[in-house]
């Protein structure tokens, strides 16, 4: 079997760790990387990941070079959260007619926010026979696939609720900026005012693939954050919060059909939980025919499973018919550990 030949676009803390696991699969190989940072581009791959060899692939900031069909089967963007930054070099992909993953959370369903975006990234897709794909954590998998694939011996659902509780303490300035941590209650709210805090993205995404999957009929979602505020001293590398300040940002996301809830989703993500005694996990509850808790503790880590999911969907995107697609309208994901992982399409 050939391996499927991938070009790694953004080497940040993701791309890096999916370039890392993606060394680790004999049906994959690494044909390419571009990322823009200055030290990166001309370096060999393997220095880069400090793996302790030469793996003849050498960084570069030009995508017109490394964009070939013949050499490539499929991109992996892990760049930005944003659709509209991220959509002229999605373009670049599609027209040059390779196939695509984003983990952009904005990806995950682009119809949700920006049909219009949407329907051009699925037109183009399609003029050049490829397919594109957004995926990751959250969404792409906790708060949208899981809680449809549960429903999946479902006679009737009313109702959903689904959180995700978990621990904002490995990551960097730039999560610790956009979720408000570290700042004053009165900072926090002129920071969600004012929009440089944003919580999580991904809420609109996520209930919009949930409600297509149904058919619950979501005509509105509604987005409320609060800050969480510390009764302790926490702290890490990046950021000190004293009691009575900002831990963390309780993010909720509701979707309605008319004037009834039907899908709530919860993600207050804070520093050091466990500090104040607050267990972290995935849980989802389904009411319905029948009713089903779900509960995973604690959480499934969140870096982990995004750079594993989209590695894992690398054959199904290959293998898919033409278009934009989302997590609910392939094939559900699965860790690639042989053979019949890569090949159960052909
Ligand atoms: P990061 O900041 O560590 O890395 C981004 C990398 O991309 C950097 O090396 C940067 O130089 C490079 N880059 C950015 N734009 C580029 C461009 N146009 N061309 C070339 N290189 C470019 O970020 P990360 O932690 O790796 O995450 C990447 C994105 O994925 C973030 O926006 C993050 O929010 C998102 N994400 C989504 C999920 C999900 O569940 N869907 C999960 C994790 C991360």
Request: charged share 20%.
């Amino acid at each position: 079997m050939e391996p499927i030949r991938v070009l790694q676009w953004g080497l940040g803390a993701m791309g890096s760790g999916m370039a890392r696991l993606m060394l680790e699969k004999s049906g994959l190989k690494i044909e390419a990387v571009i990322d823009g940072r200055p030290d990166y581009v001309g370096k060999d791959l393997g220095d880069v990941l400090g793996v302790g060899k030469s793996l003849g692939v050498t960084i570069t900031n030009r995508p017109e070079d490394v964009l070939k069909k013949e050499k490539v089967d499929l991109v992996i963007l892990a760049t930005t959260s944003w659709l509209s930054e991220q959509m002229p070099d999605l373009r670049k992909v599609l027209s040059a007619g390779i196939n695509c993953i984003s983990i952009a959370e904005e990806m995950a369903d682009p119809y949700a926010q920006s049909p219009e975006l949407a329907r051009e990234l699925d037109e183009l897709a399609k003029k050049h026979g490829v397919s594109v794909l957004g995926t990751g954590v959250n969404p792409g998998f906790v708060l949208d696939l899981l809680v449809v694939t549960l429903t999946g011996g479902n006679h009737s659902v009313e109702r959903i609720e689904a959180s995700r509780v978990n621990d904002l303490s490995p990551y960097g300035p730039t999560v610790m900026k956009s979720q408000g941590v570290g700042t004053t209650p009165e900072a926090f709210r002129a920071g969600v005012a004012d929009g440089s805090i944003v919580g999580h993205v991904g809420f609109p995404e996520s209930i919009h693939m949930i409600s297509d999957a149904l058919g619950l009929g979501v005509d509105r979602i509604e987005q409320s954050r609060e800050p969480i505020i510390s009764k302790v001293h926490r702290e890490t590398p990046h950021v000190t919060v004293e009691p009575g300040m900002v831990a963390g940002c309780a993010h909720i996301g509701v979707g309605y059909r008319g004037d009834k809830e039907v899908i709530r989703l919860i993600h207050p993500q804070q520093i050091h939980p466990q500090l104040e005694n607050q267990d972290t996990g995935d849980y989802i509850h389904i009411y319905g025919k029948p009713e089903i808790h779900m509960a995973v503790k604690p959480e499934i880590a969140g870096g982990i499973a995004t750079m594993g999911i989209a590695v894992n969907m690398i054959p199904h995107v290959v293998a898919a018919t033409p278009g934009l697609k989302r997590m609910i309208d392939l094939p559900a994901p699965a860790a690639l550990m042989g053979e019949s992982a890569y090949s159960r399409h052909i």
